[in-house]
């Protein structure tokens, strides 16, 4: 679940590390997830009996704290995602990126960022708030733009992308080609 292999700890390392109330509190947190305690206390019972050590040991606890029955989603999503955040600081990167943003900066620019779940729109779209709010520029769609249906069907993973954009200074009225895309209050 490490972006970089090399540096900082892996999600088992955390995983064994971590308190089950840090672990449930990572992924509810981090993950949106409603059975994050009974997750945790899984992850526990099993790391203590010595039966996590892989992603499918991890995957096979999630779906047990859900129990039988059809799910939209794989049970396991949510709490990968939440480990995964965690373990890459991915939120803390994404804030510093768009704090560093300013100093870069030329005068007429654009700032695009695609955000593929909740927590990293809500960094983007308050930090975007935040430089209109003290005049440094606008936001050009007050939604977000996502893909068409086109798109969605010949690229599943875009189906939860958000682009968000945001122009610098004097913004010109339109960004070329971003009208091939609606944003959700147009469909």
């Given at each position: 679940?490490?972006?970089?292999?090399?540096?900082?700890?892996?999600?088992?390392?955390?995983?064994?590390?971590?308190?089950?109330?840090e672990?449930?509190?990572?992924?509810?947190?981090?993950?949106?997830?409603?059975?994050?305690?009974?997750i945790?206390?899984?992850?526990?019972?099993?790391?203590?009996?010595?039966?996590?050590?892989?992603?499918?040991?991890?995957?096979?606890?999630?779906?047990?704290?859900?129990?039988?029955?059809?799910?939209?989603?794989?049970?396991?999503?949510?709490t990968?995602?939440?480990?995964?955040?965690?373990?890459?600081?991915?939120?803390?990167?994404?804030?510093?990126?768009?704090?560093?943003?300013?100093?870069?900066?030329?005068?007429?620019?654009?700032?695009?960022?695609?955000?593929?779940?909740?927590?990293?729109?809500?960094?983007?779209?308050?930090?975007?708030?935040?430089?209109?709010?003290?005049?440094?520029?606008?936001?050009?769609?007050?939604?977000?733009?996502?893909?068409?249906?086109?798109?969605?069907?010949?690229?599943?993973?875009?189906?939860?992308?958000?682009?968000?954009?945001?122009?610098?200074?004097?913004?010109?009225?339109k960004?070329?080609?971003?009208?091939?895309?609606?944003?959700?209050?147009?469909?």
């Amino acid at each position: 679940m490490r972006m970089d292999p090399g540096s900082g700890g892996s999600a088992l390392a955390f995983l064994e590390g971590a308190a089950e109330d840090e672990i449930a509190d990572v992924i509810w947190r981090l993950g949106e997830e409603r059975h994050s305690r009974r997750i945790a206390k899984g992850i526990k019972s099993a790391l203590t009996q010595g039966r996590l050590s892989t992603t499918e040991d991890l995957a096979l606890i999630c779906r047990r704290a859900y129990g039988k029955g059809q799910h939209r989603i794989d049970p396991a999503t949510r709490t990968f995602q939440a480990l995964r955040i965690q373990v890459n600081d991915e939120l803390g990167e994404l804030e510093r990126a768009l704090a560093a943003v300013p100093d870069g900066m030329d005068e007429r620019g654009v700032v695009a960022v695609i955000s593929f779940h909740s927590l990293e729109d809500r960094i983007v779209k308050q930090t975007y708030r935040n430089w209109q709010a003290s005049e440094r520029g606008r936001i050009l769609k007050p939604a977000p733009i996502t893909a068409d249906e086109a798109e969605r069907a010949s690229n599943p993973r875009s189906r939860s992308a958000k682009l968000r954009v945001f122009a610098w200074g004097e913004a010109p009225e339109k960004v070329e080609g971003a009208d091939r895309y609606r944003s959700k209050r147009h469909r």
